[in-house]
């Protein structure tokens, strides 16, 4: 099973600064295929990412992913306050495991 | 548009099998996409439950396996879960999502509660 571990647990910041989360997997992510989701409290995750750096329908510009073999990132340049929830990495290159998550909170 | 709701009961007793049922809406089920169920504990992460695509191959997760199946039902343009001997520890929010390069489309969730 592919363990992905993500960093850091939680993240506080100020509303136009820039992000950056982390995703590292046990082993090689499969052709790169690893996903970023958003969750706000109440509701479904949304798919931001997949491929490890395409955008889904809809996402905004300032999302942006990037990586590749065990090492992946989830940049949000100027953060706006829509953008603050939790946030899971995922593969699905071998069956399928998400991260733990992390937390993006206002400072 | 994609739309996916779950149904099923919010209450299980332990022991017992969980069932629930996905009805996709918008897309049919005989595209080229899976379809997955995904928990998620209260106050905890997300855990992939297992995944069906429209030849009826069926993918789970180890640490489950033993417990769940996933059919489809084509005609009704809908999938389901079972998970059976259910435990507390399987009180969760259930999410059913189609499945395509990510899970691109979800369903609202349902709560289920494994309690006597």
């Known amino acids: 099973e592919v363990v992905l571990t993500q960093s850091p647990g939680t993240l506080s910041l100020s509303p136009g600064e820039r992000a950056t989360l982390s995703c590292r997997a046990s082993?090689?992510?499969?052709?790169?295929?690893l996903a970023w989701y958003q969750q706000k409290p109440g509701q479904a995750p949304r798919l931001l990412i997949y491929?490890?750096?395409s955008r889904a329908t809809g996402i905004p510009d300032r999302f942006s992913g990037s990586g590749s073999g065990t090492d992946f990132t989830l940049t949000i340049t100027r953060l706006e306050p829509e953008d603050f929830a939790v946030y899971y990495c995922?593969?699905?290159?071998?069956?399928?495991?998400f991260g733990q998550g992390t937390k993006l909170e206002i400072k | 548009q994609v739309q996916l709701q779950e149904s099923g009961p919010g209450l299980v007793k332990p022991s017992e099998t969980l069932s629930l049922i996905c009805t996709i809406s918008?897309?049919?089920?005989?595209?080229?996409?899976?379809w997955g169920w995904i928990r998620q504990p209260p106050g905890e992460g997300l855990e992939w439950i297992g995944s069906?695509?429209?030849?009826?191959?069926?993918y789970y997760n180890a640490s489950l396996k033993s417990r769940v199946t996933i059919s489809a039902d084509m005609s009704k343009n809908q999938f389901s879960l079972k998970l059976r001997f259910v435990t507390a520890a399987d009180t969760a929010v259930y999410f059913c999502?189609?499945?395509?390069?990510?899970?691109?489309?979800w369903g609202q969730g349902t709560l289920v509660t494994v309690s006597s």
């Open positions: 918008g897309y049919s089920i005989s595209s080229d996409d899976y």
């Open positions: 995922h593969q699905y290159g071998s069956l399928y495991t």
């Open positions: 491929g490890a750096s």
């Open positions: 999502a189609g499945d395509k390069n990510g899970f691109h489309s």
């Open positions: 082993q090689s992510v499969n052709a790169n295929y």
């Open positions: 069906i695509y429209r030849t009826g191959s069926t």
